[in-house]
């Protein structure tokens, strides 16, 4: 089950066919959902409860990049994801547990007003090294590790893609890990090369609200 992530479906699906309850609540293990917004998703399960259309809930993300202080604004991070599912057994998780699917359908969801903090890609460079070398192992056989993992100890998280401050308030989860900090992450946004395809997109999405050729694994009801 080493290829295309085919592991973390398998391992989804078992917890999600152990759930009980009238929804099942999916958080991965680098994610967060910051306090302000329980209220929130405790309301949105409620209101749906009842229409048997609703099979999810539509989060938004944040992701964070290098630093705490820094998240990902560029087009290649995914914007949604389903994190609330109606406890309806036929539902599975999909490819590598991104999303989930119904019978092979894409599921129809509502969007909620709360957000996903993931930190997946904001760890000490050497840790996110080692963790760039076992995440691999999900998806490829040791011969192609071998061939495309670079053989360092430290993470280099130089980046030329498009990153905004993150002003707000972490959750209170996060901290003390926050506070234990102890590696230092510089970004300098003169760097950044911005393609005209990608220039049209964030233009499009600043004025419309909405962004081309996104890839979308639900359908909004």
């Not at 903090?117 to 192992?137: D, L, T, V």
Request: hydrophobic residues 35%.
């Amino acid at each position: 089950m080493r290829e295309g992530g085919t592991i973390l479906a398998q391992q989804t699906d078992i917890a999600f066919q152990a759930i009980r309850g009238d929804w099942g609540f999916y958080m991965q293990g680098d994610e967060v959902l910051h306090e302000k917004y329980f209220a929130t998703v405790t309301e949105a399960m409620k209101l749906h409860l009842d229409d048997n259309k609703v099979e999810g809930l539509l989060f938004e993300y944040k992701h964070f990049y290098g630093s705490y202080d820094y998240v990902a604004a560029d087009r290649r991070w995914y914007r949604h994801e389903i994190r609330v599912l109606r406890n309806d057994k036929s539902i599975c998780s999909y490819r590598d547990a991104q999303g989930f699917r119904k019978n092979g359908k894409k599921l129809n969801v509502k969007e909620v007003k709360a957000q996903i903090y993931h930190y997946g890609w904001c760890r000490p460079p050497e840790k996110q090294q080692r963790k760039q070398a076992s995440f691999q192992k999900l998806y490829h056989d040791d011969s192609w590790i071998k061939d495309n993992v670079v053989p360092a100890t430290i993470f280099d998280y130089t980046t030329f893609q498009k990153l905004k401050p993150f002003k707000d308030t972490p959750p209170k989860v996060m901290q003390a890990r926050i506070e234990r900090t102890n590696w230092y992450f510089h970004y300098d946004p003169s760097k950044v090369k911005i393609t005209i395809k990608d220039k049209f997109i964030f233009f499009v999405e600043k004025w419309f609200g909405f962004r081309p050729f996104e890839y979308k694994n639900y359908k909004v009801v």
